[in-house]
């Protein structure tokens, strides 16, 4: 059982940099890669990033390879998303996932947070 709470959201000018957190209260935290998903209104949710147990493997999407970067702090039960040269169109609600293996596919995550808004004006 993993609970996850999300943070950091808010509003930011396009080209410009946020980082979002996502704490697990949940023991074991090391025992489950993350993800990183996002949700625009009226779109599915897409995925964003994801992150080994150890931290040794990443994956991102297209979309964001090369401005985001996820990275996790298990001493801190905190797993992050960097999100440099933000675009109006990376404006979604973020969500963060737990799950047994890495990867790109929502249904491979056990446990969601709520999410948390990011904003990019143009």
């Known amino acids: 059982q993993v609970q996850l709470i999300e943070s950091g959201g808010g509003l930011v000018q396009a080209g410009g940099s946020l980082r979002v957190s996502c704490a697990a209260s949940?023991?074991?935290?090391?025992?489950?890669?993350m993800g990183w998903f996002r949700q625009a209104p009226g779109k599915e949710r897409q995925f964003v990033a994801t992150?080994?147990?150890?931290?040794?493997?990443?994956q991102y999407a297209d979309a964001v390879a090369g401005r985001f970067t996820i990275s996790r702090d298990n001493a801190k039960n905190t797993v992050y998303l960097q999100m440099n040269s933000l675009k109006p169109e990376d404006t979604a609600v973020y969500y963060c996932?737990?799950?047994?293996?890495?990867?790109?596919?929502?249904?491979?995550?056990?446990?969601w947070g709520q999410g948390t808004q990011v904003t990019v004006s143009s």
């Open positions: 992150i080994t147990r150890s931290g040794s493997f990443t």
């Open positions: 996932a737990a799950g047994t293996y890495s990867g790109a596919i929502e249904g491979g995550y056990d446990y």
């Open positions: 949940g023991r074991t935290f090391s025992n489950y890669a």
